[in-house]
């Protein structure tokens, strides 16, 4: 059975290996690393990549706290504990073309004093311009990944994304989903390592996963409106993160490191009173898209 | 003692004269008007500007709206009684040149039907440069107003909107303060009449506050510098508004009109992983002086 150590360096190694497939994908700029320390125990290593010739800003962060419970921590909880560890590798990553979609991937072990533990994780796509063929790729490889370890999990993910990345306020999911997942521990069929392990294989296949995004928008042609559209979008990207997210509103109220936490937040974005699209646009065809529930696989 | 009804009479004509002036301090763009209805009750009449000579993208809305106490309104409150109405006057503006501070102003009225009744409100400068002379004549001005009430106003309101529109995972203040005042209703110097009055002198003196600042920064030459860092601080402003802002989150989660609430939001905003400035520099002044407790009058 994995312990926190292990999965520490297989969470750091999971970072390197995606740091730098990531950067042959780019093709220009390589990361930049900044490692910090928590005072209250851990820290992490931030890596962050700027002006890219395909990313226009992204981080791939490691992080590794651990101290004590706060009543923070405790609230809508079943923790008794006294000592938490918590260790992940958060990804976001916003391209230059609008034909590029949003990519976000996150894969976290939290365990207790008390010896309770669980992972979560969760990868989702948003696409400024929704392309059926695309995120029905996206949702295959999950499920292929998914459908290693028990066949009712990509679907129980994938409902849970629809869940998780939604905008109440705008009534829209933030893209075509992905799978999300949380306070998942061994069961039945499952054991500790299982779970590892498939955390690890969605890191793995993450890069795969983006490439293929990369390769379906590079070389379309960008206009002026395709522009002001992505910045519209990543408008409702900063609305999610900051409003919605409930990572991020932890950390930033936790005391966490506001400038790795934020690190998700587009290098850009804009926002308009009452956007309108036009009739039978691609803009209004993929808002059309930006619900719970669409079978992406069909 | 005025009744709500002069009170929404009263805030509607307000909305109106400031929107008079503002049109003519920009003098190129009209507000372009909305009028809404709630379903349980209640509307606004939401006026937006955009792409004028001066003003890049602001709003300044009037809302009424009443109903049932929700759950929601009754947390860490003593409410108790069944039905509300709640009526103001919601301003933000920003400018297109970083010489000109974001401003805002919110005057607010609250009524429930068991007879309790309260006030509030407040003004703000967010100057993506502080210029000492320019924060000192708005507090002067502000103090001006609050002094023909009551001679601790200015002090316990100033003090009031260090604690408000502070960012805490920033570590900063969103500006140069300004005052902030809530639950405020008739004492033993103060009738309803009275606090009325206040809120609609903060309105009637909230345009000329905003010319002088607007005479100040004007004709100032715009670089390109100037230009990213304004786009950054509209960053921080869009965190404050998202993150930390009381009135906007409960508007979003109790089902308000999204795109009136989010009017404040700017037209563009720029985020950069640890941007550092330079030493000396206007930039680094500015963030040295978003601090609380700053003495602006001296």
New interface residues.
């Given amino acids: 059975m994995p312990d926190s150590k292990e999965i520490i360096a297989a969470f750091m190694s999971l970072q390197d290996r995606i740091c730098t497939r990531l950067e042959d994908i780019d093709g220009k700029q390589k990361f930049l690393e900044?490692n910090w320390d928590r005072t209250e125990g851990g820290g992490g290593r931030t890596r962050?990549i700027?002006n890219g010739l395909i990313i226009e800003?992204g981080?791939v962060n490691f992080s590794h706290v651990h101290g004590e419970v706060t009543d923070l921590m405790k609230i809508n909880t079943e923790i008794t504990a006294d000592e938490f560890l918590a260790t992940g590798v958060s990804i976001v990553l916003h391209a230059n073309s609008p034909h590029i979609p949003i990519i976000h991937m996150n894969v976290r072990y939290f365990e207790l004093s008390d010896g309770k533990y669980w992972f979560g994780g969760g990868i989702d796509l948003t696409p400024h311009y929704v392309v059926m063929q695309q995120a029905k790729e996206f949702h295959r490889q999950l499920k292929s990944v998914c459908d290693k370890y028990d066949e009712a999990f990509y679907s129980d993910f994938k409902k849970w994304a629809d869940e998780y990345f939604f905008i109440?306020?705008?009534g829209e999911t933030r893209g075509v989903g992905g799978i999300f997942f949380d306070h998942l521990k061994e069961g039945k069929n499952l054991t500790k390592a299982n779970i590892l392990s498939l955390c690890l294989d969605l890191g793995g296949v993450f890069p795969e996963l983006y490439e293929y995004q990369v390769s379906c928008g590079k070389d379309l042609i960008i206009e002026k409106e395709h522009i002001d559209w992505m910045?519209n979008r990543r408008?409702r990207y900063?609305?999610f993160n900051?409003?919605n997210d409930r990572g991020t509103?932890f950390g930033?109220?936790s005391g966490g490191r506001?400038?790795s936490?934020?690190?998700s937040?587009?290098?850009?974005?804009?926002?308009?009173?009452?956007r309108k699209e036009k009739q039978d646009s691609k803009e209004q065809f993929t808002i059309s898209m930006l619900r719970k529930n669409v079978d992406w696989l069909s």
């Fill in positions: 900044d962050i700027e800003k981080g109440p306020h705008r910045l408008g900063v609305e900051l409003v509103k930033l109220v506001t400038e936490i934020l690190m937040l587009p290098p850009r974005a804009n926002w308009s009173y009452q």
